[in-house]
């Protein structure tokens, strides 16, 4: 696509939605987005509402990236932020800490631990991100979520001594959206005395600003691989580099098995920060001589986040006395020796659970069904397709993720249409707080969608052409096509790329969730609006000759993948009482 004709296809499509998503993305002039700086009455949405002004506007995220401020200043600031809110740095020794990093499987690494632990009757701490609906999933007590009164009543807490101490201060009056989070997660399980805290970093490492703590138990690090390139750096050594950078002295750390380039970069970080490093067996190790471990997450690259779960549990029941276990034979050791699980260990790896977060199949609703895949690294499973079967891939992907990669890897799946959308829910504001991201203009959402559509037509073609012999002919098609009215008064709308030549890829743009996934259900959900009946059809060829097959079919399996956020709004529309 000439990049003129690209941009006047996202300029039209946001005159048209203009209306709908105003106020989206804009700021204030210090690069925070313009919200009132107090909420009225402390509850949960006004908490909420708050929060979402500590975001960080889109505008102000691109002047960062230019100017790359000073790392280092960045955690002295997140100190300062502590020390404003009533803790000092010293009084985060006391939360028996879990530290963990990783570019894969980080979430589900601390998940497992977090399970195990718990299984032992410890009282546990979990802080993570991001959320899939509700913020208040980021902070969880013995593995459930905060509970709307308890965040509303530490948001405040944390908030109002924040806002009492802002005159003077050196570094800004306000910590941003998920510095913000990370204090209070301190606060909450400093003040729910919890035996221990699993913490996620945020992205990297080294400068994260969960980083601030000093004597974690145990640090470990997932898959290592290549995201968040304009922070963190262009390959997979300098991101080892800034993920390495969690190691404190004298804090036992562990990784998976790594490439032995990125596997070498933190073993000179280890030695440099005085860290012993070991290097985690495959999860057979712990089996030897017992019942295979069935894991509560799907996948196989799971079992590797698995066994490290088991030796940060391990290690941390040993340090701290809870349970006698074998001391790593070396620090330059490449393997421990062979481990095994105590029945509570077994239990707790069975019963973990990351709603959302990996490989899931949800509930089908009659012929209708919805699956979510996050953190693969080959293709995800595809259920055996059979008689009158349509399969659809909804994706969107963000930020600096190879978007050509993870859609490669989605080809053998065989879809029959791949739908992209930016992550909003709704194209209006108005909708829930927790959902709201002003982190990224509508206009570079929608620009990303249509790359990323583009990516796939030309994966498609480089595999030899399409294989779907439904598909209509060639056509010409470009700009916004006019709403087409909805029952209830909606608008299901459709962006249509320009073309330099006849486009034949069955795929679609829209520009929300609700409406990508009002045009895949063909009213088979009782939560979605129906399409329009058959006088008020789409005129897009493939939207128009899509809708036919899809309300023809006798099942449709759809597969969500390639954001976090993609999934959480998937789960919001079709489950309403999850963000109850």
Not at 511 to 522: F, K, R, V, Y
Request: hydrophobic letters at 40%.
């Amino acid at each position: 696509w000439p990049e003129r004709r690209a941009a006047g296809m996202v300029a039209r499509g946001l005159r048209a939605l203009r209306a709908a998503a105003a106020g989206r993305g804009r700021g204030g002039r210090r690069g925070l987005s313009t919200r009132p700086a107090r909420a009225p009455a402390a509850d949960y949405q006004d908490a909420i509402r708050t929060l979402n002004s500590l975001q960080t506007n889109a505008s102000f995220l691109e002047q960062l990236r230019r100017e790359r401020p000073d790392p280092r200043a960045q955690l002295e600031a997140m100190r300062g932020f502590l020390e404003r809110s009533g803790l000092q740095v010293e009084d985060l020794d006391g939360l028996n800490i879990i530290h963990v990093t990783g570019t894969k499987g980080k979430g589900s690494a601390c998940a497992f631990t977090e399970r195990i632990l718990r299984g032992y009757g410890l009282k546990t701490g979990f802080y993570s991100s991001p959320h899939l609906v509700q913020v208040r999933e980021r902070i969880r007590i013995n593995g459930q979520p905060l509970s709307k009164e308890l965040f509303s009543k530490y948001f405040w807490l944390v908030y109002n001594r924040l806002e009492e101490t802002k005159v003077g201060a050196s570094w800004g009056s306000m910590p941003a959206y998920f510095r913000f989070l990370t204090i209070m997660a301190f606060h909450v399980f400093l003040q729910e005395k919890v035996d221990l805290a699993v913490l996620e970093v945020g992205i990297g490492g080294a400068y994260d600003c969960t980083n601030i703590i000093r004597t974690p138990v145990v640090c470990g690090v997932s898959s290592l691989g290549i995201d968040h390139t304009s922070i963190l750096g262009d390959t997979v050594e300098k991101i080892a580099w800034q993920k390495g950078g969690i190691f404190k002295p004298g804090v036992p750390a562990f990784t998976v098995p790594q490439p032995e380039r990125p596997l070498e970069v933190l073993r000179d970080r280890a030695r440099e920060l005085g860290c012993p490093l070991y290097v985690c067996p495959e999860l057979d190790a712990f089996e030897a001589g017992s019942q295979a471990l069935e894991l509560g997450l799907a996948g196989g690259h799971q079992r590797s986040n698995a066994a490290l779960a088991l030796q940060l549990a391990r290690t941390w029941l040993q340090r701290r006395g809870y349970e006698a276990a074998s001391r790593p034979a070396s620090a330059g050791s490449a393997r421990l020796p062979s481990a095994t699980t105590s029945p509570r260990s077994k239990e707790g790896t069975w019963g973990g659970s990351w709603g959302g977060h990996t490989n899931t199949r949800w509930p089908c609703r009659g012929p209708w069904g919805v699956g979510g895949a996050i953190g693969w690294r080959s293709p995800p499973p595809c259920c055996p397709r059979s008689g009158s079967e349509v399969r659809v891939l909804l994706f969107n992907a963000t930020g600096d993720r190879d978007t050509a990669a993870l859609l490669k890897l989605l080809l053998p799946c065989h879809f029959d249409y791949a739908v992209f959308c930016p992550n909003f829910t709704e194209l209006s504001v108005t909708g829930s707080a927790d959902q709201q991201n002003f982190t990224v203009t509508l206009e570079n959402a929608l620009t990303r969608c249509l790359e990323n559509q583009k990516t796939w037509g030309r994966l498609l073609e480089e595999k030899g052409g399409q294989e779907t012999p439904w598909l209509s002919p060639p056509r010409q098609v470009g700009g916004l096509l006019e709403p087409a009215p909805l029952r209830g008064g909606g608008a299901a709308l459709l962006l249509v790329p320009p073309a330099e030549r006849p486009l034949n890829s069955p795929s679609l743009v829209f520009p929300c969730l609700s409406h990508a996934l009002q045009w895949i259900a063909q009213g088979r959900d009782p939560h979605l609006p129906a399409p329009p009946p058959k006088g008020g059809a789409h005129p897009q060829p493939v939207a128009s000759s899509g809708a036919v097959l899809l309300q023809e079919a006798a099942t449709i399996h759809v597969l969500v993948t390639g954001s976090l956020h993609l999934v959480g709004g998937v789960l919001k529309l079709l489950d309403p009482s999850l963000s109850q």
